[in-house]
């Protein structure tokens, strides 16, 4: 494992990187308030599965903007952006046929991004998130509403970076409280959304990340988005995932051929509970 650097048009992309620089690349994207730490778990169990033999790719974990080690944007965060980030990303670094893989947001995103720009993309890998988070229309002014005012406690202030004077334990017991991680998986995530200085911790995540958002796609427009993933996509849901995932995937277009379906038994962050399960549906890609 070896840090993964790009610039981009200025920006400061980090992430974690396996394998041979000259292998295919396996593009993997991480959820909301995670980064790219969160995939350390499925590229130990690909280890374990080749055992002796080299990685026959490199599985590259980028850290979305706001994210681990990543650039913070100037103002604040819209979805749709993180689509023109990885399209940025994929231009600069002059990438091409690549199976991307995403977790929650980062399959939210991964999702939209092989439907608009397919002709990067081979082969598509979706655990537990697809699409997007919908909104009706006659919501839509509420939504802006709530988006506009939450934004008022995250303008910079002298505060933002207020140290924490918190120990990682208790850091870590805080994520695992509002989320379904082990102490050992928060531990991981944590870690890489926090630096050390002078024995007192600070956030290197960007704490705009939690204002709502301004506004959200419709049913259709998400419907429009799914209906043209073209590419083969394995979709991967957890037994004690998002209930909405399984009630989404009863539409007729996930009957399609290109799509494969698998559910694993775990919570939401599956690809960190049983990554040994996760690194089977993923030999095909890689055979």
Not at 112 to 126: G, H, N, R, Y
Not at 133 to 161: C, F, M, N, W
Request: hydrophobic residues 40%; contains cysteine; proline residues 5%.
């Amino acid at each position: 494992m070896k840090e993964f650097s790009a610039n981009v048009n200025g920006h400061h992309f980090a992430g974690l990187q396996w394998g041979d620089d000259s292998k295919p690349i396996l593009l993997a994207l991480h959820g909301w308030l995670d980064n790219a730490a969160s995939f350390i778990p499925l590229a130990d169990a690909l280890a374990a599965k080749l055992a002796n033999e080299p990685f026959p790719y490199q599985l590259i974990a980028i850290d979305l903007p706001g994210h681990g080690k990543s650039f913070h944007k100037s103002g604040h965060y819209h979805f749709v952006d993180w689509i023109d980030d990885v399209y940025q990303l994929f231009i600069d670094q002059k990438w091409q046929s690549v199976t991307l893989l995403g977790h929650s947001m980062g399959a939210m995103i991964s999702s939209i991004f092989a439907a608009t720009f397919p002709e990067f993309i081979d082969e598509l890998v979706l655990i537990e998130g697809l699409g997007a988070i919908s909104a009706k229309p006659e919501h839509t002014l509420d939504q802006l509403k709530r988006g506009i005012i939450s934004r008022v406690d995250y303008y910079p202030a002298d505060d933002i970076q207020r140290p924490k004077q918190l120990s990682l334990e208790r850091i870590v017991k805080a994520r695992c409280r509002i989320s379904d991680l082990s102490a050992e998986h928060s531990e991981l995530i944590c870690n890489r959304n926090l630096t050390l200085q002078s024995g007192i911790y600070y956030w290197s995540s960007d704490p705009k990340l939690k204002s709502i958002s301004l506004l959200r796609f419709t049913d259709k427009q998400i419907l429009n988005f799914l209906s043209n993933i073209s590419m083969p996509c394995k979709i991967i849901k957890a037994t004690g995932g998002f209930p909405l995932i399984s009630e989404v995937l009863q539409l007729d277009l996930f009957q399609q051929d290109n799509f494969e379906i698998h559910e694993l038994a775990g919570g939401h962050h599956v690809h960190m509970e049983v990554p040994q399960l996760l690194a089977d549906v993923l030999q095909n890609n890689v055979t």
